[in-house]
């Protein structure tokens, strides 16, 4: 079965600390996705960022980097130089291999981020 | 390009009544995925249609169904509306090819039922 767990449920920071949120999750194909949404208070879910199974490279993106380790199953979530509209909801989520299951997402339960000023 | 639109955003229904939901995809894309968003349950997935035909359904009764046209719009349907269906509703669209294409949702429609 897919599961996906986000332990953190609520992180807050201060403005421009570097925040790590953390994502573990369980599958038993061998392809798989990954992938980072931020909800802010307005409901749209965003992507953020995506990661497929045979690609353990580790990238940075703007003020965002990821951590991909299939040998703990994580897909933690970096933010550098946090800022307050950073403030939101972010899910971690897996997908499946492809066809029927390309357009189910499992999400986990969301880490709440608060940046202050 | 527009994003994902969802039409109402906001709906307040009856227990009993039933409700329909629209969802105009990313132009392009072809899949559209239905998700409900509740505090309790968090977000879990009703079904996902690909060129008008359901190709993944989630655990939801019968009382939710779904369709799409042939201009890969998408409508979701719930009838005899329980207290506990009052959610946030998010609609998904994708190219529906390839695991690397990300869902990309659009603001959902938040229905309460009294």
């Known amino acids: 079965a897919q599961k996906v767990t986000q332990a953190q449920t609520e992180i807050s920071v201060v403005e421009k600390e570097d925040v790590t949120l953390d994502c573990v999750y369980e599958?038993?194909?061998?392809?798989?996705?990954l992938f980072w949404y931020k909800q802010p208070p307005s409901g749209e879910l965003v992507f953020l960022i995506r990661?497929?199974?045979?690609?353990?490279q580790n990238e940075i993106s703007g003020r965002y980097s990821w951590n991909f380790q299939k040998s703990t199953s994580s897909f933690n979530f970096t933010i550098t130089a946090s800022q307050v509209v950073d403030s939101a909801v972010y899910f971690c989520?897996?997908?499946?291999?492809?066809?029927?299951?390309?357009?189910?997402?499992?999400f986990g339960r969301g880490t709440q981020l608060t940046v202050w000023p | 390009k527009a994003g994902v639109t969802q039409t109402p955003r906001y709906l307040i229904k009856t227990r009993g009544q039933q409700v329909t939901l629209s969802c105009s995809p990313i132009?392009?894309?072809?899949?559209v995925s239905w998700y409900q968003q509740t505090p309790g349950q968090g977000l879990q997935f009703l079904f996902e249609?690909?060129?008008?035909?359901?190709?993944n359904k989630g655990n939801f009764p019968g009382r939710f169904s779904g369709r799409q046209f042939s201009n890969s719009r998408s409508e979701m349907n719930v009838s005899t509306l329980e207290l506990g269906d009052s959610a946030l509703y998010l609609c998904?669209?994708?190219?529906?090819?390839?695991?690397?294409?990300?869902?990309?949702f659009g603001n959902g429609t938040r229905l309460t039922v009294t």
């Open positions: 998904a669209s994708s190219l529906g090819r390839g695991g690397n294409s990300p869902l990309h």
């Open positions: 599958t038993r194909d061998t392809t798989y996705y």
């Open positions: 990661r497929n199974s045979f690609d353990e």
């Open positions: 989520a897996l997908r499946g291999p492809g066809g029927s299951t390309l357009g189910r997402l499992y």
């Open positions: 132009s392009g894309h072809r899949s």
């Open positions: 249609y690909f060129s008008e035909t359901q190709r």
